[in-house]
């Protein structure tokens, strides 16, 4: 299991279209992918019901987890994601 | 009749109206009469159905707005956990397929609903679309098919549906009426991108306004002109026409700078003050942001922004908008608008009650947060700082302490920002305008507020349909007040004067304040491309003389007259 830690860039958060980005992005991957919040909450990267309910906003700092045959390259392509999307 | 709304996509139609109803979908039967295994399997069906819709619409249509949006629908219906949750729910409460859609999605849609974020809220709606879409398709309603029309039409509506405008037959549609939504709705934001004159939040229009009769829809100011004569309607549609030639005229040289004839530069900027607007500066070529209102980060929440979050909105709009000025207002909130965290009581008076630096100034900390996001923002943009509602020198003086402590606090913990950040007074208040030479000597740049200026000094209301012809920037007691503003700082070589109401967009304006000296004009992005091209028209020595000539005027019907009569023979088709 691998983790890092990231913060969020996107001025909308991470709702509609860079949630629904990112849970695209994350499926392509077979490994599992989460983000931890501050709070605890752990929230699956692939499913968007659960991203946009987590109400993860620009500037919120966050856990990526990724576990699985490909956790490195996923970790890194989440991370890289969540780090440099604008809008 | 004017109905007066929400401005959401900007520019000019006239049409048809075209009642939308809304189906009711209440009313569905969700008792479970086949077995679970058919309902289960008319689940499967519907949400397929449902994809290959909005998979041909991708397939379809140009607009990446359109497409962008279908796929995060389809991204909801195919969430794996979402359909196991329908399935579990027809059989833990024996309902069909329409009873399980309704429960499950309702429960979605309650749940973001109740988030401390508008955005989130927002995309409430979305959940709720796809229901309805699903609904529908379930109980086989037809879609109202747009590419049926065959003249141009104003959609008008409680409540448009994104799908609605997803089918991509768009052409006959020239306006979008309607109750309910906002300018960040989905809705709003495909109509704007669209570029459908559309607004919203006029109550009851749906059931004032009737099938067919003809109305104009001017997206621009936000207003419904219905019950029109024939003159009027030939009127608005010559206008319509000039308008749409004029516009894409424009978008050709959107790059050409704002130099009048006789080699004068002014700067020409946007207000804005939403997240949809970011890249918008660039779009039509403007030299800055020259207002940039922070209040929607800051209403509809639950709790106060955090410093991060502020931080990184500003940084963002500074890092698109590298190497262009953009000034940020602090925080304009008031009694009119309600805040949970900000305790402002109701009061008879909010326009003159306690108010944007008046709150800021009396709650120290709050006020810090802001000005340490914009400051440390300013480290990665030419970010400047305005304070609004300032009515004496003292506040300047206290405002401006608070931002020295905000600057020590940040160089104590070696986090960088501009040292040399500029600061700014927004003159909307008479006695600033009478006092702007010595405020000046505190701040480096003032912002004419026309809209609050003139409202203040002239004691009227432009809501109250009672005193609002008394409302008029072009009264000879305003513009002493506004020349006075720009002539205080031509004092100083190294003090600017910019504009950010309504004024610096009217084309009889631009005449007076070029010809007073204005440096820059700060106006909506619809109107910024318009704004560069008439200041290339005049001649600022020519505008001079007729602004003396004006300045001597009794009386605005006069001074209207004279500028109306100059800018017919200078702007030409471009007035």
Do not use: W
């Not at chain 2, 991060?308 to 709009?317: A, D, H, I, K, P």
């Not at chain 2, 802001?370 to 480290?379: E, I, K, V």
């Not at chain 2, 009264?475 to 700082?489: E, F, Q, W």
């Amino acid at each position: 299991m691998l983790e890092k830690e990231v913060i969020v860039k996107s001025i909308t958060g991470l709702h509609a279209r860079p949630g629904s980005d990112l849970v695209q992005l994350a499926l392509k991957y077979e490994s599992e992918v989460y983000l931890i919040k501050t709070d605890g909450k752990k929230v699956n990267a692939k499913e968007i019901f659960e991203i946009l309910s987590s109400n993860i906003n620009c500037g919120d700092k966050l856990k990526v987890q990724t576990n699985g045959s490909d956790s490195q390259e996923a970790l890194e392509a989440v991370c890289s994601y969540i780090e440099t999307r604008e809008g | 009749m004017e109905y007066f709304g929400t401005k959401v996509g900007p520019g000019l139609g006239i049409g048809k109206v075209l009642i939308v109803e809304n189906v009711s979908l209440e009313k569905i039967p969700e008792k479970l009469i086949n077995s679970t295994t058919d309902e289960k399997k008319k689940l499967k069906d519907v949400i397929n159905n449902v994809v290959s819709d909005y998979d041909k619409i991708i397939s379809e249509v140009q607009e990446t707005d359109i497409k962008d949006l279908c796929q995060f629908y389809k991204m909801l219906l195919l969430s794996p956990s979402l359909v196991a949750e329908l399935e579990e729910t027809i059989e833990k409460y024996q309902v069909n397929a329409a009873g399980a859609i309704k429960k499950v999605l309702n429960n979605k849609e309650t749940e973001l609903s109740q988030l401390d974020n508008a955005y989130l809220r927002e995309r409430s709606k979305d959940i709720q679309e796809v229901r309805n879409k699903l609904l529908r398709k379930l109980i086989g309603v037809k879609e109202l098919d747009l590419s049926l029309l065959s003249e141009n039409t104003i959609l008008v509506s409680k409540e448009i549906n994104p799908t609605l405008l997803l089918s991509g037959h768009l052409k006959y549609v020239k306006g979008i009426i309607s109750e309910i939504g906002g300018k960040t709705s989905h809705v709003g934001i495909l109509s704007t991108s669209l570029g459908i004159p559309s607004i919203f939040g006029i109550e009851n229009i749906s059931e004032i306004l009737e099938d067919n009769e003809i109305v104009f829809v001017d997206g621009d100011r936000g207003v419904v002109i219905t019950d029109m004569t024939n003159e009027d309607i030939k009127k608005y549609e010559v206008k319509i026409a000039r308008e749409q030639e004029i516009m894409s005229e424009l978008k050709e040289i959107k790059d050409i700078k704002a130099v009048t004839k006789d080699n004068h530069r002014y700067h020409v900027c946007i207000n804005t003050g939403d997240l949809t607007e970011l890249n918008k500066v660039n779009e039509v070529g403007a030299d800055g942001i020259g207002l940039f209102r922070t209040e929607f980060l800051f209403l509809n929440k639950i709790t106060p922004p955090s410093e991060e979050y502020l931080f990184n909105v500003y940084r963002s709009f500074a890092e698109n908008n590298k190497n262009k000025v953009m000034i940020i207002r602090t925080l304009d909130i008031g009694g009119d608008k309600k805040c949970p965290y900000i305790d402002i009581p109701e009061e008879a008076n909010p326009f003159l009650g306690y108010r944007a630096i008046r709150y800021c100034l009396d709650n120290k900390d709050f006020f810090k947060v802001s000005l340490r996001a914009m400051l440390r923002a300013s480290n990665y943009g030419k970010i400047q700082i305005m304070y609004p509602m300032i009515s004496n020198i003292e506040e300047v003086i206290k405002a401006n302490e608070i931002l020295d402590e905000a600057k020590d606090e940040l160089a104590n913990s070696q986090i960088p920002f501009d040292r040399n950040i500029k600061v700014g007074v927004m003159i909307e208040i008479p006695s600033a305008a009478l006092m702007a030479d010595t405020i000046l000597e505190k701040v480096d740049f003032l912002s004419i507020g026309t809209n609050d200026l003139t409202q203040y000094t002239l004691a009227v209301d432009r809501g109250n349909q009672r005193v609002s012809k008394i409302y008029n920037y072009f009264n000879p007691g305003v513009l002493k007040l506004i020349k006075m503003t720009i002539d205080a700082s031509k004092k100083y070589s190294n003090k600017q004067v910019g504009m950010c109401g309504e004024m610096a967009s009217d084309p009889l304006g631009i005449i007076l304040l070029v010809g007073m000296g204005l440096d820059e004009f700060s106006v909506n992005i619809s109107r910024a491309l318009k704004v560069k091209k008439l200041i290339t028209l005049l001649s600022a020595e020519d505008c001079q003389k007729i602004t003396e000539k004006v300045m001597k005027m009794t009386n605005e019907q006069d001074i209207e007259i004279e500028l109306d009569n100059y800018a017919k023979k200078v702007f030409g088709k471009y007035y």
